[in-house]
T-cell receptor, first 116, second 109 residues
Framework: GAVVSQHPSRVICKSGTSVKIECRSL??????MFWYRQFPKQSLMLMAT?????????EQGVEKDKFLINHASLTLSTLTVTSAHPEDSSFYIC????????????FGPGTRLLVL | GQNIDQPTEMTATEGAIVQINCTYQ??????LFWYQQHAGEAPTFLSY????GLEEKGRFSSFLSRSKGYSYLLLKELQMKDSASYLC??????????FGTGTRLKVLA
């Protein structure tokens, strides 16, 4: 299957700082990228969907000013957690997909964020 | 509204067969995926169903009944490495993937 990378894999930061997470599709052009958050022993919760060159579509309850998403190219999307707080500590996973709705999405390895 | 239900946990013995069920209520159904997720790792793709019936892929098979809003993942010849969470996800419309809470499967020796 296709490869999606995510960086960093783990980050620890102080409360109030901003953290940027990169998601790259390495061997295919990702028309659509998704950002998920997963708390321990829970399923993935979709945060937002982004298409290259357009604004992200955020799920209900996700603050777009706090979780900034940029999908500047067909191989790169970034998620910036602004003014992070301890409750933002979670496992953040990106995924990428080609054009067809019936294609699977390929997941990155995830980023574990711990806000102190 | 959207609703996807899976059992929270299941336990099975190495070499056995286990069936993990998923029921869903969504609008604009456009397919159903099964993913495997080991602890601390990202999900990996197992199967995709959009038409009714059974899709077989090695030790794993997935079944879909759209009229019943029901799917199952069948794992045969269980191995210890199959201990993981299994996520059912429904595509609604063009872009929206809705995930179930996942089923944690423990395979015992």
């Amino acid at each position: 299957g296709a490869v999606v990378s995510q960086h960093p894999s783990r980050v620890i930061c102080k409360s109030g700082t901003s953290v940027k997470i990169e998601c790259r599709s390495l061997d295919f052009q990702a028309t659509t990228m998704f950002w998920y958050r997963q708390f321990p022993k829970q399923s993935l919760m979709l945060m937002a969907t982004s298409n290259e060159g357009s604004k992200a579509t955020y799920e209900q309850g996700v603050e777009k000013d706090k979780f900034l998403i940029n999908h500047a190219s067909l191989t790169l999307s970034t998620l910036t957690v602004t003014s992070a707080h301890p409750e933002d500590s979670s496992f953040y996973i990106c995924s990428a997909r080609g054009e067809s709705a019936q294609e699977t999405q390929y997941f990155g390895p995830g980023t574990r964020l711990l806000v102190l | 509204g959207q609703n996807i239900d899976q059992p929270t946990e299941m336990t099975a013995t190495e070499g056995a067969i286990v069936q993990i069920n998923c029921t869903y209520q969504t609008s604009g159904f456009n397919g159903l995926f099964w993913y495997q997720q080991h602890a601390g790792e990202a999900p990996t793709f197992l199967s995709y169903n959009v038409l009714d019936g059974l899709e077989e892929k090695g030790r794993f098979s997935s079944f879909l009944s759209r009229s019943k809003g029901y799917s199952y993942l069948l794992l045969k010849e269980l191995q210890m490495k199959d201990s993981a969470s299994y996520l059912c996800a429904v595509i609604e419309g063009t872009y929206k993937y809705i995930f179930g809470t996942g089923t944690r499967l423990k395979v015992l020796a």
